[in-house]
């Protein structure tokens, strides 16, 4: 089972609900489990989920522990560099984001200890999600650089894992995904180059130069640094798909960090479906596409 990093407790209770609907686990010391389960927010009981916090499991440091030696596979030491950015990824994309006492050095962090809370993230593969926005990125030969826009938790990462499959299925060129936490590792297919646990830097650089990809996919640009990545990848005359975090794209093309006309296409996803577009624009942000 691919929760089985878990304590056996917690796993017996999980047997017990339908875990395609399972979207977080929140453990956090001395406190009740939290989950979010279809998008709403329960607690983990003994007879699977439950409102009613008394009848909770209580999370023990034990459990903290015993869960961080799983997913480590008791090395602590060798998964370092990657728990010193406050996450660790399973091998099946479970995203692991820890907290604890951080370590520094010379103003550098060097580690994390004494962890007190876990929030484990769990993804998953909507079938054909991206269906809908297909011709918008890619229509008569043309690919368009898209960025899909979402407040956290809405599916920006499985509505790009889609995007994947469906490139690939098409076999119109080379696809490098750049993947920062591990989320995009069991997105497979004989057309996707991965390159994994990279800073957005090295990874455009790096692969525009070796990889000579017709398109790049990555997660998440939030900062100056990242969208000027994006757009040296664009001018080089590659494609990108990104995500970017924001209420809406009024919002977003407020931040700073925003650079006009970079995108072709602008995707917003909506609150009341998960992974599924609300609206889509083009690049000068006329309304393309309302889709609900």
């Known amino acids: 089972?691919?929760?089985?990093?878990?304590?056996?407790?917690?796993?017996?209770?999980?047997?017990?609900?339908?875990?395609d609907f399972l979207y977080e686990i929140r453990l956090r010391t001395g406190y009740p489990i939290k989950v979010n389960y279809s998008n709403k927010n329960y607690y983990l009981s003994e007879s699977g989920l439950t409102s009613n916090k008394i009848q909770s499991l209580i999370c023990s440091q034990l459990d903290i522990d015993y869960v961080v030696e799983s997913i480590t596979e008791r090395s602590i030491y060798a998964f370092n560099d990657r728990l010193k950015d406050g996450y660790i990824t399973t091998s099946e994309g479970i995203r692991i984001g820890i907290a604890g006492e951080c370590v520094f050095n010379d103003r550098k962090i060097q580690t994390i200890k004494n962890f007190s809370s876990l929030n484990i993230r769990i993804p998953?593969?909507?079938?054909?999600?991206s269906t809908k926005i297909m011709p918008f990125i890619y229509s008569r030969e043309n690919l368009n650089s898209t960025l899909i826009i979402s407040p956290p938790f809405l599916g920006k990462t499985t509505l790009l894992k889609d995007i994947i499959k469906n490139l690939n299925n098409l076999n119109i060129g080379s696809i490098l995904v750049i993947d920062e936490r591990g989320e995009f590792s069991a997105v497979k297919g004989e057309n996707i180059d991965n390159i994994l646990y990279s800073d957005k830097n090295y990874a455009f650089n790096y692969a525009v130069r070796s990889m000579a990809p017709k398109f790049v996919v990555t997660d998440e640009l939030s900062t100056s640094d990242d969208w000027v990545c994006a757009k040296n990848v664009v001018n080089s005359g590659v494609k990108i798909i990104a995500s970017a975090h924001s209420d809406s794209i009024d919002k977003l093309c407020q931040k700073s960090f925003y650079i006009k006309n970079l995108f072709d296409r602008y995707v917003v996803l909506g609150n009341d479906y998960f992974g599924q577009a609300k609206e889509i624009y083009d690049k000068d942000l006329n309304i393309l596409c309302d889709c609900f």
Do not use: Q
């Open 124 to 129: 998953h593969l909507i079938d054909g999600c």
């Open 1 to 19: 089972m691919y929760l089985s990093f878990l304590p056996n407790k917690y796993l017996i209770s999980l047997s017990k609900i339908d875990v």
